[in-house]
């Protein structure tokens, strides 16, 4: 079973940017389809974006599209999240995780049950 740690969370002001990671052991990261997921309090946990195994497909929920790039880098065994353009209802604790049926094709968006493996999360706290 593949291990996911999430760096890079933290505060920011209301149209910043950070750049979260994902880094894999246990496993190869190129075995798997990727997402990235977030829980804000009193919220369900729900899709931000997806990156097939290869890198060559994407999926973003529509409240991230344009702002937010999910990418990966197999070699480092890394997906990555940039977001840009942040907004206070950014804040959340976000989680990377694997997808279940490892190498998943990626046309649209996922829902938690998708997804086996799970990090512990990061914080990501975005100030108006």
């Known amino acids: 079973q593949v291990r996911l740690v999430e760096s890079g969370g933290g505060l920011v002001q209301a149209g910043g940017s950070l750049r979260l990671s994902c880094a894999a052991s246990?496993?190869?990261?190129?075995?798997?389809?990727m997402g990235w997921f977030r829980q804000a309090p009193g919220k369900e946990r729900e899709f931000v974006a997806a990156?097939?195994?290869?890198?060559?497909?994407?999926a973003y929920a529509d409240s991230v599209k344009g702002r937010f790039t999910i990418s990966r880098d197999n070699a480092k065994n890394t997906v990555y999240l940039q977001m840009n353009s942040l907004k206070p209802e950014d804040t959340a604790v976000y989680y990377c995780?694997?997808?279940?049926?490892?190498?998943?094709?990626?046309?649209?968006?996922?829902?938690?049950?998708?997804?086996?493996?799970w990090g512990q999360g990061t914080q990501v706290t975005v100030s108006s």
């Open positions: 246990g496993r190869t990261l190129s075995s798997y389809a």
């Open positions: 990156i097939s195994w290869s890198g060559g497909n994407t």
């Open positions: 995780a694997a997808h279940r049926s490892g190498r998943a094709a990626v046309t649209g968006p996922f829902v938690t049950g998708d997804f086996g493996s």
